[in-house]
């Protein structure tokens, strides 16, 4: 059924028909877009039928032809097509105008000056007619410098109209709040953008002299004086030179007295001396190194009053003649510093080269001083009284306090309870002592001997310890170097010395 209302019925609600097989329902379109631009829909040839679309040129083929300019016989040329619209702050991003000017403050509270002339850089920026206006910064100016005027656009008359690109040139005068700016020059860029726009440049300008800062650039009066008389000139040429002397403190006539190494200090930049101790190790003194702190020494001082305060009040250059200078010191010589007599003995090199090169002096021999190397003393052990170990007797002589000999501990544990026994009889020249029977007892774990003589009844001798358990050395053993009897001493046959009197053969 057609989907067109009835010709000749209104389109009235009741009026029309719908065709039940339709699945489609939305809007028929009146637009296009082709290159960007929105055109009607072409009109469809009848109803219900697709456009003719066989011989027709293609999207690509019909944006050539825009593009191309045919040469014609006749008529006017088609004109190009028109370039594509770029803002404003596209086209004069990052383009700026650069001036270089001054402006003259005034300084009322200074006799010194009465105005100073501070230079400035005036920014115009073309993207949004802006102006800024920095300060270059100066050395030792004193002012805060950096940006005067932060970038903004600034009215040029009552009817606050900004200033353009346009008002600017070289040779004028700007007024920013309150505040008038001389232009004297501009860039390379700025001349050329001017030019191109048909504004004529005029001629650059010289900024104008500041009295106050041409004044404070003028070098500094100098003075010359005698060079034996600038300790000046003494400190900057001989500072951080010194001359060093290796010395000996003979205290030796006092009583307890003795000599002690020292190191003499020589300072060349103002004539003071120091003494620093030299310590050793173990020597029993406090570990002070300053002997004398640096200071100037009198050599030759002056008869003072009796009334003048020594005690409180210091030698000035009133009463000292003379002060110690390089040439009192010399290796090899004898020197009194405080009442107190040194002996110096060696220097180092930068001291010999001094003397040599400066005072002219012959090589510098040093001073043997070293002590001879003194013999120890051995020690010596008192003989072996008998009683107890050699051990124990040696322990009484290391230490005041004795302590016991160490015990071989792992060996007391593996050979613990570990006996050798063997039977023994005297060997003795007295014929009642030869039926005397003994046993001998080894024990592995401390390496000791007891001997044990069993009773025989009507035999004339008390049975019962012949020798306590201990430690038996062998012949011609002493305290510093035991020997004693160990398990491979003890064979069948073998004879034992436990008593100096008695041997013990073992059967």
């Not at 910064?137 to 656009?153: A, L, M, W, Y």
């Not at 010289?206 to 600038?230: A, K």
């Not at 300053?290 to 001082?301: A, D, T």
Request: charged letters at 25%; one cysteine or more; glycine letters at 6%.
């Amino acid at each position: 059924m057609a989907s067109h209302p009835v010709h000749g019925l209104p389109f009235l609600p009741g009026n029309t028909y719908r065709d039940p097989t339709k699945n489609a329902f939305h809007l028929s379109q009146t637009l296009t877009y082709r290159n960007g631009y929105s055109r009607p829909l072409l009109p469809t040839v009848g109803i219900g039928r697709e456009p003719i679309t066989a011989n027709q040129l293609s999207q690509a083929e019909l944006d050539e032809l825009s593009n191309k300019r045919p040469t014609l016989t006749y008529g006017q040329a088609r004109p190009a097509p028109a370039s594509d619209f770029i803002p404003s702050y596209v086209a004069f991003d990052k383009k700026v105008l650069r001036f270089d000017g001054y402006f003259q403050e005034t300084v009322p509270l200074s006799p010194a000056e009465h105005y100073r002339v501070r230079k400035v850089c005036l920014y115009y920026y073309l993207e949004d007619d802006s102006i800024s206006v920095v300060e270059p910064p100066v050395e030792n100016s004193g002012i805060p410098q950096g940006t005067f005027i932060r970038r903004q656009r600034h009215p040029k008359n009552d009817n606050g109209d900004p200033y353009h690109w346009k008002d600017l040139n070289v040779g004028i005068n700007v007024t920013l709040y309150s505040r008038t700016f001389r232009l004297i020059n501009c860039d390379k860029f700025t001349q050329e953008y001017l030019e191109s726009e048909g504004i004529e440049l005029n001629s650059p300008e010289e900024i104008p002299p500041d009295t106050y800062t041409e004044l404070r650039m003028e070098p500094e009066r100098t003075y010359i004086t005698p060079s034996d008389l600038d300790k000046l000139k003494q400190f900057l040429t001989m500072d951080r030179k010194v001359l060093r002397f290796f010395a000996l403190w003979d205290d030796s006539e006092n009583m307890f007295g003795e000599k002690r190494p020292v190191i003499i200090h020589y300072f060349l930049s103002d004539d003071t001396v120091e003494i620093r101790e030299v310590h050793e190790r173990n020597d029993g003194r406090d570990p002070f190194p300053v002997f004398m702190k640096r200071q100037r020494l009198p050599k030759v001082v002056k008869d003072t009053k009796d009334t003048f305060p020594m005690c409180v009040l210091e030698i000035s250059n009133q009463e000292v003649s003379k002060w110690y200078s390089p040439i009192d010191f010399t290796v090899g010589k004898y020197i009194i510093i405080l009442g107190r007599k040194f002996f110096i003995y060696d220097c180092d090199n930068y001291t010999r080269d001094f003397y040599q090169q400066k005072l002219g002096l012959g090589e510098i021999h040093s001073v043997n001083v070293q002590k001879d190397a003194e013999q120890e003393t051995v020690k010596e052990f008192p003989p072996y009284n008998g009683f107890g170990l050699l051990e124990d007797s040696l322990q009484n002589c290391l230490s005041l306090v004795p302590k016991p000999p160490r015990k071989d501990v792992l060996k007391m544990l593996e050979n613990d309870h570990k006996v050798l026994r063997y039977a023994a009889v005297l060997d003795s020249p007295n014929a009642e002592d030869k039926v005397r029977r003994f046993i001998l007892s080894y024990f592995l774990a401390n390496d000791m001997l007891s001997i044990y003589e069993p009773h025989v009844r009507n035999s004339g001798f008390i049975g019962g310890k012949f020798l306590e358990k201990s430690k038996v050395p062998k012949p011609g053993s002493t305290v510093e170097n035991p020997n004693y009897y160990g398990p491979k001493d003890f064979t069948i046959g073998a004879a034992v010395e436990v008593k100096p009197e008695n041997s013990i053969l073992l059967d």
